[in-house]
C-alpha cells in the first residue's frame, strides 16, 4: 500500500506502534511569523465518528478550515489548544517554545492520551510514548485535525490583534514576514506582540 502524495513525493506508508481508541495527533502553527504565539493542538478522534476531507491545515481554503474544526470539536474523543506566547518564544526560542505549546495541548486533553503522533522529526519531551511523523499532517487524519485546530485557532487570533492595530494587516498576512508587514513594522515600529529576538524586530528596536 503507497502513501499519500505530498509536493509530487509518495511518502512511505505509516506504521504506527499502537493499536488501541486514545492516539493524538499533535501538531503546532506558526514558528514563522514574527508576531504573536506559537498554537499547538492535540487531538484525539473518534473512530466511531469519522470526519471526511482531514488534511494539511496548509492545503485548505480558510473556509473549509473553519468548517472542519466545528466538525472535529464536536465529534473528536478529546481536543485541546495551547500556545506558547510572544515572550516564551523570545525567552526559550521558537524551537523549545513550540514543543512547550505542544506539552500543554497534551496534557490539556481529557481524557488523556496513551500515544502520540507528533508532526515533524522530534517529539515535545512528553512522558506519553509516540513517534514522531515527517509530513503527518497529510499522513494521518488525527495530525491534519490537529493541524487544522492550531491554524484556525491562531489565524482568528492574528484577525483579533488586526482589529486593534489595523495599520499592520495582521488579516492578511498573519504576521509573516510579508513585505507588508516588514514595511509596516519599519514605519509604525513593533507592537508588544512581537517577537523580539526575531531579526527584523530586532533591527526595529535598535533603531528606538
Known sequence: MKGPVVKGKTLPPLSIDYVGDRLAGVDE????????????AAVILDPERPIEGLNDSKALTARRR???????????????????????????????????????????????????????????????????????DARHPAIAAASILAKVERDAGMVALDARHPDYGFARHKGYPTREHLAALERLGPLSEHRRSFGPVKRQLALL
Request: proline share 7%; with cysteine; glycine share 10%.
Open 66 to 136: 473553519e468548517a472542519l474544526a466545528i466538525q472535529i470539536r464536536e465529534r473528536a474523543l478529546a481536543f485541546a489548544v495551547a500556545e506558547a506566547c510572544a515572550a516564551e518564544v523570545d525567552a526559550l526560542n521558537v524551537y523549545h517554545a513550540t514543543h512547550l505549546a505542544m506539552r500543554r495541548a497534551i496534557d490539556a486533553l481529557d481524557p488523556g492520551p496513551e500515544y502520540l503522533l507528533v508532526d515533524g522529526n522530534r517529539l515535545p519531551g512528553h512522558h506519553v510514548p509516540g513517534q514522531a511523523v515527517v509530513k503527518g
Open 29 to 40: 502553527v506558526g514558528r514563522g511569523p514574527l508576531v504573536g504565539p506559537v498554537v499547538a
